[in-house]
């Protein structure tokens, strides 16, 4: 279940034009995405692979450099559609969590179970 997203213009920001630019290094490289640590303990940003421009095959520990404005909260209360997936999503990993540790103490998922 998807929730769609509202197109949001220049003219709904308080503060349209603070870009700056941010450093950081990559400091892990997956399969469809680039975990980015941003220089200064600004914190961690993971990206699509195809966000990446680059010439070069993508490594650890290659610097990046970007522009990015700062986020602006647009209403004060939260998109009942977005917290309500949230919530459901969160469910959905307790439920597969418990399932998993009662597989577990069951043996299911032990080396012994493992055995032709």
């Not at 997203?5 to 990559?26: C, H, M, Q």
């Not at 522009?67 to 559609?81: A, C, F, G």
């Amino acid at each position: 279940m998807g929730v769609s997203a509202r197109k949001i213009g220049f003219d709904e920001l308080n503060y349209p034009s603070t870009e700056t630019v941010w450093e950081g290094v990559i400091i892990e490289v997956t399969g469809s995405s680039v975990v980015i640590d941003l220089k200064g303990r600004m914190g961690r940003l993971e990206v699509p692979k195809r966000l990446v421009i680059t010439q070069y095959e993508l490594q650890v520990g290659q610097e990046v450099a970007f522009l990015m404005s700062y986020p602006e909260v647009l209403e004060e209360q939260p998109n009942e559609k977005y917290v309500s997936a949230l919530a459901a999503y969160h469910q959905r990993m307790r439920a597969i969590q418990a399932k998993s540790k009662r597989n577990f103490k069951k043996g299911e998922n032990t080396d012994e179970s493992q055995k032709d």
